[in-house]
T-cell receptor
Framework: DAKTTQPPSMDCAEGRAANLPCNHS???????VYWYRQIHSQGPQYIIH???NNETNEMASLIITEDRKSSTLILPHATLRDTAVYYC??????????????FGTGTRLTIIP | GAVVSQHPSRVICKSGTSVKIECRSL??????MFWYRQFPKKSLMLMAT?????????EQGVEKDKFLINHASLTLSTLTVTSAHPEDSSFYIC??????????FGPGTRLLVL
């Protein structure tokens, strides 16, 4: 699976939009971009994923550049509960169901009151 | 999203004993389950992948005789840490997924071996 690069940490003011970047310049055409987050001492929580189109759900929006070499996760109105480590992961889908998720070091997002 | 549970959430055991951790998919049938380990301030490391009714596939460097994985049904996988030692103390997290769909994670089990 392609490697990803994320800033190690970011701060965001409560109520503002949090924009978390991810670089995946070696992504292949059949690899999806997934975002998970991990709040302290809990298991990772699925946020969103996409292939090439922008995606939005009740938690966040995912913007993928046209060349697919980078993406941005947007939390539209950050709250204190959004403080967590955010992981951007790319993985192949459709590989007989055993696709692994390889976690990098992620971005530690701190929401400031 | 789908719900995955783990039991117990925390366990303390003596060195040399075995500990079993259960992972259940509560509202879906999981064709594949994964076991991860996470040390303090580190990222998650995949230990093994298991498909229902099949032997688990272990990642390089993970001892299959020490970390026994059983995936006997589509809703239950167990990880048994055999002859646990202090260096096995860690946060163990499972995830589950239906075929070709998103992985959902359990809340984790914190193991402390004294």
């Amino acid at each position: 699976d392609a490697k990803t690069t994320q800033p190690p940490s970011m701060d965001c003011a409560e109520g503002r939009a949090a924009n978390l970047p991810c670089n995946h310049s070696t992504i292949s055409g059949n690899e999806y971009v997934y975002w998970y987050r991990q709040i302290h001492s809990q298991g990772p929580q699925y946020i969103i994923h996409g292939l090439k189109n922008n995606e939005t759900n009740e938690m966040a929006s995912l913007i993928i550049t046209e060349d697919r070499k980078s993406s941005t996760l947007i939390l539209p109105h950050a709250t204190l509960r959004d403080t967590a480590v955010y992981y951007c992961i790319v993985r192949v889908a459709g590989n007989f169901g055993n696709e692994k998720l390889t976690f990098g070091t992620g971005t530690r997002l701190t929401i400031i009151p | 999203g789908a719900v995955v549970s783990q039991h117990p959430s925390r366990v303390i055991c003596k060195s040399g004993t075995s500990v079993k951790i259960e992972c259940r998919s509560l509202d879906f049938q999981a064709t594949t389950m994964f076991w991860y380990r996470q040390f303090p301030k580190k990222s998650l490391m995949l230990m093994a992948t298991s498909n229902e009714g099949s032997k688990a596939t272990y990642e390089q460097g993970v001892e299959k005789d020490k970390f026994l994985i059983n995936h006997a049904s589509l809703t239950l996988s167990t990880l048994t840490v055999t002859s646990a030692h202090p260096e096995d103390s860690s946060f163990y997290i499972c995830s589950a997924r239906k075929y070709l769909e998103t992985q959902y994670f359990g809340p984790g089990t914190r193991l402390l071996v004294l």
